[in-house]
């Protein structure tokens, strides 16, 4: 089974760094733990969702579109990394943008993410929140088509079979990594939300027979609910690469104990991640999906459900650039004094 025959955009700043975290490890007095850097696949501030659109924005070009449209939330990574990806094509992006969190603060509604997706050129316009943000984009789109653009329309997050071919791509490019050091790995943890990255990833570490358990740390939908559409999605990816029926449902596990009052309303846990990862590895998490993410590992480090002896790799999905829209939930006030 191979990805060459796929369409792909190569873009990504790939493979990007697999670290050792010592400081954090320590820390915990746990397991091993590295961070796999897709904080860093290069497409302003980088993000897991680079990955996808490789795959998807050229499937975008052969079909001759001259617009991609997508959706997210305000502060959505996907919708920064969609325009980034289009302004360098040569596309016009527009891209709808829900109000998941009702938040009235202008660095939330203005600065972060949505600074950088009118610095790359593309158009917003915010929905209530609640709608069906897929069938409100292809209302959006429809209209576009009747003045005669050439509209190709993303799903939110880039989480269809194309873009999780993305993941089956990381899958490897880890497997790799693991090998050429001759590294073994008890468990792959990292956030997951639209369900490709997880998706993508099963789907590439089943077919490989990699046997490398992997959890997915939820940050909006139920445990059910959340398995479900990775699971779908996986059955989706692997019939796109012919090799049907190698995820069982079992193989999709997602722990969504982390997600606290809802998407994109920081946590505690998530604040402290936050905290830990900036000060003793400086690596910077975002509140909405890396820090609920690494909650979850800490949290389950504490718990003694991941032990001393083991190894873990924390794949690192992005989303710095949400630290600017959130900066209300940080109050560091205490840091502004004279030495000594
Ligand atoms: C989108 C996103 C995720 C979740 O990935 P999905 O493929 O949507 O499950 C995790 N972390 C960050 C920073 C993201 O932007």
Redesign the pocket.
């Known amino acids: 089974m191979y990805l060459a025959h796929f369409p792909r955009r190569f873009l990504a700043h790939l493979p990007t760094p697999l670290e050792k975290l010592d400081r954090l490890s320590a820390e915990l007095g746990g397991p091993e733990i590295w961070i796999k850097r897709d904080?860093c696949t290069g497409l302003s501030t980088g993000?897991?969702?680079t990955r996808?659109l490789e795959f998807l924005m050229a499937e975008a070009e052969l079909q001759g579109a001259d617009v991609v449209m997508t959706q997210?939330a305000t502060q959505?990574?996907?919708a920064r990394?969609t325009a980034a990806f289009a302004a360098k094509m040569g596309m016009g992006c527009h891209i709808l943008l829900e109000d998941r969190t009702g938040s009235n603060d202008p660095n939330y509604n203005d600065s972060g993410n949505v600074l950088l997706d009118h610095l790359h050129g593309a158009t917003t316009e915010k929905c209530a929140g609640g709608l069906d943000m897929n069938a409100e984009m292809e209302k959006a789109a429809d209209a576009l088509r009747a003045k005669g653009k050439k509209v190709y329309t993303i799903p939110?997050?880039?989480?269809n079979a194309t873009?999780?071919l993305g993941?089956v791509n990381c899958a490897y490019e880890m497997l790799t990594q693991f090998n050429e050091r001759g590294m073994t790995v008890d468990h792959i943890v990292?956030?997951?939300?639209?369900?490709?990255?997880?998706?993508?990833l099963i789907t590439g570490l089943k077919a490989t027979n990699a046997k490398v358990p992997l959890l997915?740390v939820g940050?909006r939908a139920p445990k059910a609910k959340q398995e479900e559409n990775?699971y779908n999605l996986a059955c989706a990816t692997a019939d796109k690469l012919g090799c049907s029926g190698v995820v069982a449902r079992e193989d999709v596990i997602a722990n969504t104990d982390y997600v606290g009052d809802g998407y994109g309303i920081a946590t505690d846990s998530g604040l402290e991640a936050i905290r830990m990862f900036a000060e003793l590895e400086s690596i910077l998490?975002?509140p909405?999906?890396?820090a609920k993410?690494a909650a979850g590992l800490i949290d389950l480090i504490r718990k003694g459900h991941f032990k001393k002896g083991e190894r873990i790799v924390f794949l690192?999905?992005?989303?710095?650039a949400?630290l600017f829209g959130y900066q209300f939930a940080f109050d560091y006030a205490d840091r502004w004094k004279t030495a000594g």
């Open positions: 904080d993000g897991n969702k996808k997210g959505s990574n996907h990394q939110g997050g880039g989480s873009g999780a993941y990292h956030a997951t939300g639209s369900a490709g990255t997880q998706a993508g997915g940050v990775v998490l975002d909405v999906y890396s993410g690192h999905t992005g989303g710095s949400a």
